[in-house]
């Protein structure tokens, strides 16, 4: 058996067994949580409408956030494109939706409705159903 080959029935995914990208996946998931959280505030402290809403937007110190964590997460987001295939990595960051909708009720108080925490749970069923793929074990 070539030995490139025998090395490389032995690799499993980044994203499951390497430290690094299971930090950087965590990682972009809170990033992602925390630039809505940012957003969704200076959302709610903007006035106005049209171009005034918009000038108001851009003196909250929260917008001014989400705009320094964005490259961020993009930088993020492509390292671990570099070495997860995106049949995976997307669904996987999918799990942003479900924790969007915890960090909203819990920080911002906001009721989620029954018919979307059976979403929220078949998204995470969903992104569980991926460790049994032949694809992607």
């Known amino acids: 058996m070539?030995?490139?080959?025998?090395?490389?029935?032995?690799v499993r995914s980044p994203v499951v067994s390497g430290e690094i990208s299971l930090?950087?996946?965590?990682?972009?998931?809170?990033?992602?949580?925390?630039?809505?959280?940012l957003e969704k505030i200076a959302a709610l402290h903007a006035h106005g409408e049209g171009w005034n809403y918009f000038y108001d937007l851009l003196s909250?110190?929260?917008?001014?956030m989400a705009i320094a964590l964005a490259p961020l997460q993009l930088w993020l987001w492509t390292q671990i494109l570099k070495?997860?295939?995106?049949s995976l990595a997307y669904p996987?960051?999918?799990?942003?939706?479900?924790?969007?909708?915890?960090?909203a009720q819990w920080v911002l108080g906001e009721t989620v409705s029954t018919t979307a925490w059976l979403g929220a749970g078949?998204?995470?069923?969903g992104v569980g159903l991926l460790k049994d793929s032949p694809k992607h074990s």
Not at 30 to 37: N, Q, R, S, T
Not at 122 to 125: E, K, N, V
């Open 2 to 10: 070539d030995k490139a080959a025998d090395n490389k029935s032995h």
């Open 60 to 64: 909250h110190h929260y917008f001014w």
């Open 92 to 103: 996987l960051f999918s799990l942003s939706y479900p924790l969007s909708m915890v960090v």
């Open 83 to 86: 070495h997860v295939d995106l």
């Open 23 to 37: 930090f950087a996946f965590l990682s972009l998931l809170a990033i992602d949580v925390l630039l809505l959280l």
């Open 122 to 125: 078949l998204i995470t069923i």
